[in-house]
Protein backbone atom coordinates (compact mmCIF):
# COMPACT_ATOMS: atom_id res chain seq x y z
CA UNK A 1 0.00 0.00 0.00
CA UNK A 2 2.86 2.29 0.96
CA UNK A 3 3.90 1.72 -2.90
CA UNK A 4 1.04 2.92 -4.07
CA UNK A 5 0.49 6.12 -2.27
CA UNK A 6 4.16 6.87 -3.53
CA UNK A 7 3.28 5.99 -6.91
CA UNK A 8 0.25 8.13 -6.43
CA UNK A 9 1.77 11.05 -5.30
CA UNK A 10 4.29 11.01 -8.40
CA UNK A 11 0.99 10.46 -10.76
CA UNK A 12 -0.42 13.18 -9.04
CA UNK A 13 1.77 16.02 -8.83
CA UNK A 14 3.00 15.22 -12.41
CA UNK A 15 -0.58 15.76 -13.74
CA UNK A 16 -0.81 19.24 -11.46
CA UNK A 17 2.30 20.49 -12.49
CA UNK A 18 1.56 19.11 -16.30
CA UNK A 19 -1.80 21.21 -16.41
CA UNK A 20 -1.03 24.35 -14.36
CA UNK A 21 2.51 25.06 -15.27
CA UNK A 22 3.68 23.38 -18.49
CA UNK A 23 1.01 23.56 -20.56
CA UNK A 24 0.60 27.18 -19.95
CA UNK A 25 4.11 27.94 -20.23
CA UNK A 26 3.75 25.67 -23.72
CA UNK A 27 0.61 27.87 -25.19
CA UNK A 28 1.34 31.34 -22.90
CA UNK A 29 5.16 31.85 -23.84
CA UNK A 30 6.22 29.48 -26.12
CA UNK A 31 8.03 27.02 -23.73
CA UNK A 32 7.59 23.72 -24.67
CA UNK A 33 9.91 22.02 -22.98
CA UNK A 34 8.48 21.62 -19.40
CA UNK A 35 5.74 19.63 -21.37
CA UNK A 36 8.64 17.49 -23.21
CA UNK A 37 9.57 16.34 -19.67
CA UNK A 38 5.89 16.36 -17.42
CA UNK A 39 4.26 14.70 -20.33
CA UNK A 40 6.17 11.42 -20.51
CA UNK A 41 6.98 11.44 -16.66
CA UNK A 42 3.15 11.03 -15.94
CA UNK A 43 2.33 8.70 -18.97
CA UNK A 44 4.54 6.50 -17.07
CA UNK A 45 3.17 7.22 -13.43
CA UNK A 46 -0.16 6.67 -15.28
CA UNK A 47 0.71 3.38 -16.20
CA UNK A 48 2.13 2.38 -13.08
CA UNK A 49 -0.48 3.54 -11.02
CA UNK A 50 -3.02 1.48 -13.37
CA UNK A 51 -1.02 -1.53 -13.68
CA UNK A 52 -0.26 -1.32 -9.53
CA UNK A 53 -4.20 -0.85 -8.68
CA UNK A 54 -4.87 -3.71 -10.91
CA UNK A 55 -2.50 -6.17 -9.05
CA UNK A 56 -3.44 -5.06 -5.58
CA UNK A 57 -7.02 -5.57 -6.08
CA UNK A 58 -6.78 -9.26 -7.13
CA UNK A 59 -4.13 -9.54 -4.38
CA UNK A 60 -6.01 -8.34 -1.73
CA UNK A 61 -9.15 -9.33 -2.72
CA UNK A 62 -10.76 -5.40 -3.21
CA UNK A 63 -14.46 -5.11 -4.28
CA UNK A 64 -14.29 -4.38 -7.67
CA UNK A 65 -16.13 -0.92 -7.24
CA UNK A 66 -13.27 0.42 -5.01
CA UNK A 67 -10.70 -0.78 -7.76
CA UNK A 68 -12.53 0.87 -10.09
CA UNK A 69 -12.88 3.86 -8.17
CA UNK A 70 -9.31 4.64 -7.64
CA UNK A 71 -8.45 3.57 -11.14
CA UNK A 72 -10.73 6.35 -12.47
CA UNK A 73 -9.15 8.49 -10.16
CA UNK A 74 -6.22 8.70 -11.86
CA UNK A 75 -7.80 10.38 -14.34
CA UNK A 76 -8.36 13.64 -11.58
CA UNK A 77 -4.94 15.70 -10.46
CA UNK A 78 -4.85 14.31 -6.81
CA UNK A 79 -7.80 12.19 -7.44
CA UNK A 80 -5.64 9.28 -7.05
CA UNK A 81 -4.26 10.42 -3.59
CA UNK A 82 -7.95 11.06 -2.31
CA UNK A 83 -9.07 7.84 -3.09
CA UNK A 84 -6.79 6.22 -1.12
CA UNK A 85 -7.71 7.93 1.70
CA UNK A 86 -10.70 5.80 1.53
CA UNK A 87 -8.28 3.04 2.18
CA UNK A 88 -7.58 0.68 5.23
CA UNK A 89 -4.48 2.20 6.70
CA UNK A 90 -2.57 -1.33 6.22
CA UNK B 1 18.11 11.50 -28.58
CA UNK B 2 19.61 7.86 -29.49
CA UNK B 3 19.34 6.63 -32.87
CA UNK B 4 15.87 5.85 -34.05
CA UNK B 5 16.16 2.50 -35.37
CA UNK B 6 18.12 1.19 -32.04
CA UNK B 7 14.98 2.68 -29.87
CA UNK B 8 12.84 0.73 -32.06
CA UNK B 9 15.05 -2.74 -31.85
CA UNK B 10 14.87 -2.25 -28.30
CA UNK B 11 11.23 -1.42 -27.68
CA UNK B 12 10.10 -4.59 -30.19
CA UNK B 13 12.45 -6.66 -28.31
CA UNK B 14 11.01 -5.53 -25.14
CA UNK B 15 7.22 -5.75 -26.55
CA UNK B 16 7.87 -9.41 -27.42
CA UNK B 17 9.14 -10.39 -23.69
CA UNK B 18 6.05 -8.41 -22.73
CA UNK B 19 3.82 -10.83 -25.18
CA UNK B 20 5.66 -14.02 -24.01
CA UNK B 21 5.07 -12.91 -20.86
CA UNK B 22 1.71 -11.65 -20.78
CA UNK B 23 0.28 -15.06 -22.91
CA UNK B 24 2.34 -17.31 -20.10
CA UNK B 25 0.64 -15.41 -16.88
CA UNK B 26 -2.83 -15.10 -18.66
CA UNK B 27 -2.40 -19.27 -19.34
CA UNK B 28 -1.16 -19.72 -15.95
CA UNK B 29 -4.25 -18.00 -13.88
CA UNK B 30 -6.73 -19.97 -16.63
CA UNK B 31 -5.33 -22.97 -15.64
CA UNK B 32 -3.08 -23.01 -12.94
CA UNK B 33 0.35 -25.82 -12.88
CA UNK B 34 1.68 -27.30 -10.12
CA UNK B 35 3.95 -25.62 -7.50
CA UNK B 36 6.62 -26.13 -8.65
CA UNK B 37 6.08 -24.85 -12.30
CA UNK B 38 3.58 -22.11 -10.47
CA UNK B 39 7.20 -20.55 -8.86
CA UNK B 40 9.12 -20.49 -12.05
CA UNK B 41 6.80 -19.06 -13.81
CA UNK B 42 6.67 -16.14 -11.12
CA UNK B 43 10.31 -16.21 -11.13
CA UNK B 44 9.95 -14.86 -14.85
CA UNK B 45 7.14 -12.84 -14.34
CA UNK B 46 9.04 -10.35 -11.79
CA UNK B 47 12.47 -10.49 -13.30
CA UNK B 48 11.68 -10.44 -17.04
CA UNK B 49 8.13 -9.39 -17.94
CA UNK B 50 7.23 -6.70 -15.35
CA UNK B 51 11.43 -5.03 -16.26
CA UNK B 52 10.55 -5.97 -19.77
CA UNK B 53 7.03 -3.80 -19.58
CA UNK B 54 8.49 -0.72 -17.59
CA UNK B 55 11.11 -0.65 -20.63
CA UNK B 56 8.38 -0.83 -23.56
CA UNK B 57 6.51 1.99 -21.96
CA UNK B 58 10.04 3.49 -21.78
CA UNK B 59 11.07 3.25 -24.74
CA UNK B 60 7.59 3.36 -26.32
CA UNK B 61 7.02 7.41 -24.94
CA UNK B 62 10.99 8.28 -26.57
CA UNK B 63 10.05 6.98 -30.16
CA UNK B 64 6.73 8.55 -29.59
CA UNK B 65 8.34 12.10 -29.12
CA UNK B 66 11.73 11.75 -31.82
CA UNK B 67 9.17 10.64 -34.16
CA UNK B 68 6.65 12.81 -33.47
CA UNK B 69 3.94 10.65 -33.25
CA UNK B 70 1.86 11.85 -30.23
CA UNK B 71 0.54 14.08 -33.00
CA UNK B 72 -1.05 10.92 -34.65
CA UNK B 73 -4.24 9.29 -34.53
CA UNK B 74 -4.01 5.84 -34.37
CA UNK B 75 -1.17 6.54 -30.82
CA UNK B 76 -3.83 7.42 -28.39
CA UNK B 77 -5.91 3.99 -29.40
CA UNK B 78 -2.91 2.29 -28.85
CA UNK B 79 -2.38 3.66 -25.61
CA UNK B 80 -5.50 2.47 -24.51
CA UNK B 81 -4.58 -1.06 -25.35
CA UNK B 82 -1.70 -0.73 -23.62
CA UNK B 83 -3.37 0.64 -20.38
CA UNK B 84 -5.58 -2.33 -21.19
CA UNK B 85 -2.30 -4.99 -21.36
CA UNK B 86 -0.51 -3.06 -18.39
CA UNK B 87 -3.52 -3.60 -15.96
CA UNK B 88 -3.87 -7.31 -17.02
CA UNK B 89 -0.72 -8.06 -16.36
CA UNK B 90 -1.18 -6.85 -12.87
CA UNK B 91 -4.05 -8.52 -12.25
CA UNK B 92 -2.25 -11.79 -13.27
CA UNK B 93 1.04 -10.42 -10.95
CA UNK B 94 -1.66 -10.25 -8.52
CA UNK B 95 -3.38 -13.67 -8.95
CA UNK B 96 -0.31 -16.07 -9.39
CA UNK B 97 0.14 -14.09 -5.70
CA UNK B 98 -3.11 -16.02 -4.84
CA UNK B 99 -2.15 -18.80 -6.29
CA UNK B 100 1.20 -19.33 -4.73
CA UNK B 101 -0.70 -18.84 -1.34
CA UNK B 102 -2.92 -21.39 -1.89
CA UNK B 103 -5.99 -18.95 -2.42
CA UNK B 104 -8.54 -18.96 -5.97
CA UNK B 105 -8.48 -16.62 -8.26
CA UNK B 106 -11.39 -14.68 -9.71
CA UNK B 107 -13.08 -16.45 -12.39
CA UNK B 108 -13.18 -13.60 -15.26
CA UNK B 109 -9.23 -14.37 -15.21
CA UNK B 110 -9.94 -17.32 -17.33
CA UNK B 111 -10.74 -14.68 -19.79
CA UNK B 112 -7.15 -13.87 -19.57
CA UNK B 113 -5.53 -14.86 -22.62
CA UNK B 114 -8.48 -13.47 -24.91
CA UNK B 115 -8.04 -10.16 -23.38
CA UNK B 116 -4.32 -10.32 -24.25
CA UNK B 117 -4.74 -11.67 -27.62
CA UNK B 118 -7.12 -8.61 -28.72
CA UNK B 119 -5.00 -6.44 -26.76
CA UNK B 120 -1.76 -7.47 -29.03
CA UNK B 121 -3.27 -7.53 -32.33
CA UNK B 122 -4.36 -4.45 -31.84
CA UNK B 123 -1.04 -2.89 -31.13
CA UNK B 124 0.50 -4.59 -33.60
CA UNK B 125 -2.18 -3.82 -35.86
CA UNK B 126 -1.91 0.17 -35.21
CA UNK B 127 1.71 -0.16 -34.59
CA UNK B 128 2.36 -1.13 -38.08
CA UNK B 129 -0.36 0.24 -40.04
CA UNK B 130 -1.01 3.55 -38.46
CA UNK B 131 -4.35 3.51 -40.27
CA UNK B 132 -4.76 7.13 -39.06
Known amino acids: ?90 | MPDYTLLKILHMTAAALVIIGVLLSSFTVAKPPAAARLASIRRWDRFVTGPALGAVWILGIIIGLSGNWFSSGWLPVKLVFVLILSALHGMQTGGMRRLAQGEAVPAFLRFSPYIALVSIAAIVLLASAKPF
Open chain 1, 1 to 90: MRLLRIVALIEGLSFLLLLFVAVPLKHLAGIAEPVLILGPLHGIAFLAYVRLVSRLAIEQDWPRRRALRLAAAGLIPFGALFALRSLPSE
